[in-house]
Structure formats: structure tokens, C-alpha cells
């Protein structure tokens, strides 16, 4: 099963190198890699033309002008760039474990979509990682991040949880399977079907809206919460905004009550607004078959 993995980074290239060094050593090696960039420097472009030399991964480079926290509208020209028909969404600081995209493969279902979480770091711990720590897996070793920092919790159980009891843990959780950015996985038509995140949020619950109309389509949430796992390195939340968060919330709650399946403010006005991919993809011609259009020419594509 080819994958699509989709995940946004913005002037954060030391965490970008780690995360895509955490996907050279997945055990499921049939995927594409799509770096949302939401209008980083230079220095995030120079890491990911030597991390596909040094790793030999696909790796695609999504990137727009930095004009505010455009997250969604990032994603969203991700989502048309995909050639699989299956999307897992990540996020640039969130380290995948070597089974993290089997996970997906295995647990993945028609008209589902399905949720992990993540293990989140102290700032010491996350900059005590290195490329070894990496591909040996250490790093996801509860022994190894306690004696590197990590504080003990009941949270870090996703870490030592595996086999039979993990799917009893996914089972019995009571933790409300919303849609996470950090840890997630979609279908491609579903993800179109819903026409993507709106664009309209930024920081502050948009992954989990975006959960709420895939559930109105009909889509089931299913947890991978203690199977599919990453950890997440810590970064300073300067675009914070109390504000956006309370409007995202209150969006969310009545798209929820009304059953909103698309949003007016997604990929379709996106590609109204004139964006096309740079050359032909699955996303595209998925999103025109959609709209009842034609597929495109090559030479119909920008």
C-alpha cells in the first residue's frame, strides 16, 4: 500500500532533519513524503535536497510565500499534490517510530479515518536526540528519554504499550477519538470529498475540524493511539492567539451541530483562486473528477 505523508515545517530545519531521519528507518518503505512549507527560508529548502541525497527518500517540496500562519492553506496544496490514495498527516516535529507508517498501512480502513497522539518532550530531551538515537530507535526507549529528561506520566504508557495489549488500549481509551494533525490518516477521496481544511482557521483546533466534517460524510474515527506512534520535540508557540482558538471552537462546534460536510473555504477555492499543482498528480485529477470535470491534459496543467 503507497502512502502520502503530509506534514507542514516553517524555519525549523534541525527538526525537519530529525523527523525525515525517523522516516528513512520506517519498516513500510512504499510512501512519498510531501513537506508543507508555509514559507520557510532557504535553510529548510538546502536540508531537504541533501536529506534526499543522504536518505534516498521522495521527497517533495511544497512551498508558498510567508504571508502569516497559512497552515491550512499549505495542507490543502499538499493534499493536490499527492500520488497515493492514502494520506498520513504529521507534523515537521513529530519523530515517527520505525512502525509508524505500518501502523497506518495495517490499521487502515474503507470510510475510516484514524487517529494516534504523540509523546511530547521537554526542550532538553528533544535537543538530546541525535541521527543515532534515531535510526537505532532509542529515542522511543522510555529508559533512555527518562535518563534524557523526559519526566514520568501516565501518558508515556504509548510508549511501552505493543501487540495485543495496544489494541485493547485503543479499545478502551476514553479519550474522544478526534482527528489529530500530529498523528493522523485519511483517505484521499475523503479528504477531497470534505474539500480539505478550511482555510479561514489558523493555530487552534483546524485539524480537529476537519475531523468533525469527515465524521459528517460518514467516515468513522478509529484510534491508533497506542500503536501508531511519534514523539513530539518541543518548539516555542509564538502565533499563538486565544482569540482565533475560540473562534475555531465555536466553527467547530456548529459545523458539528449542522452537519457540515465541505467548507466553502477549502481546496476548491484554492484552485479557483488559480493554484495547480506543478505537474500532474492523483490530488488534482481526483479533485476534477470530483467536481464533475474532465481529467486534465498535461499541457492543461501550469
Known amino acids: 500500500m503507497k502512502l502520502s505523508v503530509l506534514f507542514t515545517t516553517y524555519n525549523a530545519p534541525v527538526w525537519l532533519e530529525k523527523v525525515l531521519w525517523g522516516f528513512s528507518a520506517q519498516t513500510h518503505c512504499d510512501f512519498e513524503i510531501i513537506v508543507a512549507d508555509d514559507g520557510s527560508g532557504p ?28 497552515k491550512c492553506q499549505i ?34 480502513r474503507p470510510g475510516a479515518y484514524l487517529s494516534g497522539g504523540y ?24 529508559d533512555w528519554l527518562r535518563a534524557n529528561g523526559l519526566p514520568r506520566r501516565r501518558k508515556n504508557l504509548k510508549l511501552t504499550a505493543s501487540g495485543r495489549q495496544a489494541h485493547i488500549l485503543n479499545r478502551i481509551t476514553p479519550t474522544r477519538c478526534n482527528l489529530k494533525g500530529s498523528n493522523a490518516s485519511v483517505w484521499l477521496k475523503d479528504a477531497i470529498r470534505v474539500n480539505g481544511f478550511d482555510e479561514r482557521m489558523q493555530w487552534g483546533g483546524l485539524d480537529r475540524e476537519f475531523g ?15 500503536n501508531a506512534i511519534c514523539i513530539h520535540l518541543d518548539h516555542p508557540r509564538g502565533y499563538r492567539d486565544a482569540e482565533m482558538v475560540k473562534r475555531n471552537r465555536a466553527l467547530r462546534i456548529a459545523n458539528g451541530r449542522n452537519r457540515v460536510v465541505q467548507t466553502d473555504y477549502g481546496i476548491s477555492q484554492l484552485v479557483a483562486e488559480g493554484f495547480k499543482p506543478a505537474d500532474r ?21 501550469l
Open 75 to 108: 495542507l490543502n496544496k499538499a493534499i493536490l499534490y499527492a500520488q497515493s490514495d492514502y494520506l498520513v498527516f504529521t507534523d515537521g516535529d513529530c519523530i515517527p517510530r520505525r512502525d509508524f507508517l505500518a501502523e497506518h498501512a495495517q490499521q487502515a
Open 212 to 226: 468533525v466534517r469527515l465524521i459528517n460524510s460518514g467516515v468513522h474515527p478509529r484510534h491508533v493511539r497506542y
Open 119 to 142: 509523546c511530547k518532550l521537554p526542550m532538553s530531551t528533544s535537543e538530546a536526540i541525535g541521527k543515532d538515537d534515531i535510526l537505532s530507535g532509542r529515542c522511543f526507549d522510555l
Open 43 to 70: 535553510e529548510t529548502e538546502h536540508v531537504i535536497e541533501r536529506m534526499r541525497s543522504e536518505t534516498g527518500l521522495s521527497i517533495r517540496h511544497v512551498w508558498h510565500e510567508d504571508s502569516g500562519f497559512r
Open 281 to 301: 498528480t492523483l490530488g488534482f485529477d481526483l479533485w476534477q473528477q470530483q467536481q464533475g470535470l474532465s481529467s486534465i491534459n498535461d499541457n492543461d496543467i
